[in-house]
């Protein structure tokens, strides 16, 4: 049997590469390392780049994520969007914008989108701009037809995610991206591969 092959290209931030996980692996490895099926090759790219805007983030990925691209494969793009605008001081008119710009282009090329939005922080105040800002992000995938993780709001409150950020210097470590991928994969990710859903054993 001719097995389905599929290329998943990321993009995204510092947490996209797992940057204070022990382990190296971040909440994407995690993901990947969870998503197995015996008809199913995956070949996975992740392109991350620090402390990157939803500006940044617009004007570098199809030049580096269509070079991972193939005609002979299933392409997807996973789009991790950080919460940078926030101290940018990006107006989420523009982050709507330069996040529409770049799911505009990845359906004009076929290409289907999941995206997972800013996780939170410590801070309370920064926190209210980042939900604004997740939700703008929100609603431009839902209008757009992409799928989207919304990490903010299960975690902002959450006890175990917060005292990870604490003891890891505001970054996650292995319990925080843990969190992560648990969110990811039970929010769409197998959906969004056309691939059924693990059973629970």
């Known amino acids: 049997m001719e097995l389905r092959t599929i290329r998943i290209t990321a993009i995204g931030d510092e947490l996209l590469a797992g940057h204070g996980d022990p382990r190296g692996l971040g909440w994407f490895g995690r993901v990947m390392a969870r998503t197995q099926d015996p008809a199913l090759r995956l070949q996975s ?56 710009n770049i799911l505009d282009s990845a359906s004009q090329m076929n290409i289907k989108a999941l995206l997972v939005g800013p996780a939170p922080g410590l801070d309370d105040a920064r926190n ?45 470590g292995q319990a925080g991206y843990g969190l992560m991928a648990w969110l990811v994969l039970h929010r769409g990710w197998y959906s969004w591969l056309q691939l059924p859903e693990p059973s629970a054993g």
């Open 128 to 172: 209210e701009r980042v939900a604004e800002l997740n939700r703008v992000y929100a609603d431009v995938a839902m209008r757009r037809n992409h799928h989207y993780v919304d990490t903010f709001a299960p975690l902002r409150s959450h006890a175990q995610w917060r005292a990870d950020l604490n003891a890891s210097g505001g970054v996650p």
């Open 45 to 100: 790219f992740v392109l991350a780049a620090p402390a990157e805007g939803s500006e940044a983030l617009a004007e570098r990925w199809l030049g580096e994520a269509s070079r991972r691209f193939s005609d002979q494969f299933e392409n997807r793009l996973v789009i991790a969007l950080s919460d940078r605008d926030v101290d940018l001081g990006v107006s989420t008119a523009r982050s709507r914008l330069n996040l529409a």
